[in-house]
């Protein structure tokens, strides 16, 4: 089965400094997506970042980039320039592409405080 | 605009009680999930139809009864509501099962 870990809990950040949310997960897939999510304390899930396994070029958007390092199935989130609005929870995800039936899994989270 | 609307956002009840969620997406969207969201922040699949059939369906209690009357719409409906019940509960679609979900803003439920 597969498994998603984050490890850190809880991570701070200074204001307009840098900071990188750590994620590995568990699969004997070669085909699949990976997905950052965001819940701010409005509680709305808001998709950050997608990367296909297939794609060796890390994902972007904007302020936010991953590192994906297939073989050692680690998909780090960079968040740079942090603002005051990114303080939220951030979840790792996957998705394996070859069954409809799988489900995405989600990792426990990584609470994100962004300090003035 | 609302993508993904759920209604209602707090929902208040007593033990024993039978509730419904609903949930609409006006994306066009083939595929809808529910998912419950613990105390702990942990997100869990129950369901997931895709265009109207069932394809996945966690272990949850069978007082869980996901309804889908069109692509548009997957309904929630919780029988004898227990204590344990208590949590936010996302509804979320995607254009087909192996695409990023978008999310609906939660309903908050609280069971007394």
């Known amino acids: 089965a597969q498994t998603v870990t984050q490890s850190q809990p809880e991570m701070s950040v200074q204001e307009a400094e840098t900071v990188t949310l750590s994620c590995t997960y568990d699969?004997?897939?070669?085909?699949?997506?990976l997905f950052w999510y965001k819940q701010p304390p409005s509680r709305q899930m808001i998709l950050v970042i997608r990367?296909?396994?297939?794609?060796?070029q890390n994902a972007t958007e904007n302020r936010f980039s991953v590192n994906f390092q297939k073989a050692a199935k680690s998909f780090s989130l960079k968040i740079s320039d942090s603002q005051l609005g990114d303080a939220a929870m951030y979840f790792c995800?996957?998705?394996?592409?070859?069954?409809?039936?799988?489900?995405?899994?989600f990792g426990p989270g990584t609470r994100l405080s962004v300090l003035p | 605009d609302t993508a993904v609307s759920q209604t209602p956002k707090y929902l208040v009840t007593q033990m024993g009680n039978d509730k419904s969620i609903k949930c609409e997406q006006n994306?066009?969207?083939?595929?809808m999930y529910w998912y419950k969201q613990d105390s702990k922040k942990f997100l869990k699949i129950m369901f997931s139809?895709?265009?109207?059939?069932?394809?996945i369906n966690e272990t949850v209690p069978n007082r869980f009864s996901p309804k889908s009357p069109d692509k548009a719409h997957l309904n929630l409906h919780i029988n004898s509501l227990e204590l344990g019940d208590s949590a936010v509960y996302f509804c979320?679609?995607?254009?087909?099962?192996?695409?990023?979900?978008?999310f609906g803003p939660g309903t908050r439920l609280t069971v007394t």
């Open positions: 995800a996957y998705r394996w592409r070859g069954n409809y039936g799988q489900n995405f899994v």
């Open positions: 699969t004997s897939e070669s085909d699949y997506y």
């Open positions: 139809y895709n265009n109207k059939e069932l394809i």
């Open positions: 990367q296909e396994a297939y794609k060796q």
């Open positions: 979320a679609s995607s254009f087909n099962p192996l695409y990023e979900q978008y």
């Open positions: 994306l066009g969207h083939d595929t």
